[in-house]
T-cell receptor
Framework: EAGVVQSPRYKIIEKKQPVAFWCNPI?????LYWYLQNLGQGPELLIR????????DSQLPKDRFSAERLKGVDSTLKIQPAELGDSAVYLC????????????FGEGSRLTVL | DQQVKQNSPSLSVQEGRISILNCDYT??????FLWYKKYPAEGPTFLIS?????DKNEDGRFTVFLNKSAKHLSLHIVPSQPGDSAVYFC???????????FGSGTKLNVKP
């Protein structure tokens, strides 16, 4: 069974540029999460989807961050424009709706903003 | 306000000895707890979990203990192996909501 797939693994951009991250969850997992992980800290939730509906986006900085999960499968997280403080690892995770159960994480997308 | 805390950023143990990683939480609504292991440049992987109806759960060399009155859980690794060297995250959630809260992690180094 394929795990959670994320791309790109690494991205270096200059500040004020846009960037997008893509996530393909485990097949059949209805719940999808985007987490932010800063160096030396644990993952922090940005947004959670149940199918195609964003059910918790309270921690998503909506002035510059946006996310979508069309058709309730793949998801994209976008930052526009990026700031220096956005440098971090962006983790995607999925879980079965029969929860809580455990989260299955992708390998993450490491963003460096110069 | 951090609801899950791991107060030891690092731990070093000798191969073959016991590793004990600690985690504290503040929200009494949490009733399901998990430990994740993370190697560099990889995503966290699930290790072991425990429901609040239990106080102990074992899986091979890994045992998680839960003390609800103290709002404390610990992960015991016996015997520790060099391959266990990684960052360990504690996480907590509730059966009533699908939101997971993570601690800041403890970096374990198992010396050969």
């Amino acid at each position: 069974e394929a795990g959670v797939v994320q791309s790109p693994r690494y991205k270096i951009i200059e500040k004020k540029q846009p960037v997008a991250f893509w996530c393909n969850p485990i097949s059949g997992h209805n719940t999808l999460y985007w987490y932010l992980q800063n160096l030396g800290q644990g993952p922090e939730l940005l947004i959670r989807y149940e199918n195609e509906e964003a059910v918790d986006d309270s921690q998503l900085p909506k002035d510059r961050f946006s996310a979508e999960r069309l058709k309730g499968v793949d998801s994209t997280l976008k930052i526009q424009p990026a700031e220096l403080g956005d440098s971090a690892v962006y983790l995607c995770a999925s879980s079965s709706s029969a929860g809580p159960g455990e989260l299955f994480f992708g390998e993450g997308s490491r963003l460096t903003v110069l | 306000d951090q609801q899950v805390k791991q107060n030891s950023p690092s731990l070093s143990v000798q191969e073959g000895r016991i590793s004990i990683l600690n985690c504290d939480y503040t929200n009494s609504m949490f009733d399901y707890f998990l430990w994740y292991k993370k190697y560099p440049a990889e995503g966290p992987t699930f290790l072991i979990s425990i429901s609040s109806i239990k106080d102990k759960n074992e899986d091979g060399r890994f045992t998680v203990f839960l003390n609800k009155s103290a709002k404390h859980l610990s992960l015991h690794i016996v015997p520790s192996q060099p391959g266990d060297s990684a960052v360990y995250f504690c996480a907590a959630t509730s059966y009533n909501f699908n939101k997971f809260y993570f601690g800041s992690g403890t970096k374990l180094n198992v010396k050969p």
